[in-house]
């Protein structure tokens, strides 16, 4: 059963930062029109449609992006029974999707010490 929470939460989180990417890349996007359109002579008749198009698929990003960080927050909740080191822990690993080593120099902690706070985490999947 947490094993399947924390696929999900691996899941939703890449989920997230794919949308991420998306908004920023059409953000991108949007600069790029906007600056021909504003160099362009007005009587030019350059179509604003693509900067609209790229505005309403941000929107629709960012709504979509809203729901999954819901659901997210919803499992995630469901942790709160963790010590703050093991929260940060699940955090950094199942969010962030740092390696062990990273998540080490993260916190400061050992390697070890961060299995055993992952240990902790794990240990409820039998109940």
């Given at each position: 059963m947490i094993n399947n929470k924390l696929?999900?939460?691996?899941?939703?989180?890449?989920?997230?930062?794919?949308?991420?990417?998306?908004?920023?890349s059409l953000r991108y996007e949007i600069e790029y029109h906007t600056s021909i359109y504003s160099e362009l002579p007005k009587n030019f008749g350059y179509n604003k449609s693509m900067?609209?198009?790229f505005i309403s698929?941000?929107?629709?990003?960012?709504m979509k992006k809203a729901e999954?960080?819901?659901?997210?927050?919803?499992?995630?909740?469901?942790?709160?029974?963790?010590?703050?080191?093991?929260?940060?822990?699940l955090i950094y690993r199942c969010i962030e999707n740092l390696t062990w080593d990273q998540i080490s120099k993260k916190t400061g902690y050992s390697k070890t010490s961060c299995f055993?706070?992952?240990?902790?985490?794990?240990?409820?999947?039998?109940?």
């Open positions: 696929n999900k939460i691996k899941i939703l989180a890449f989920k997230i930062r794919r949308i991420n990417e998306k908004i920023e900067i609209e198009i698929r941000i929107e629709e990003l960012e999954l960080q819901i659901e997210l927050d919803k499992i995630l909740d469901e942790f709160t029974f963790l010590s703050e080191n093991s929260y940060k822990i055993r706070f992952w240990s902790e985490i794990k240990k409820y999947n039998s109940s």
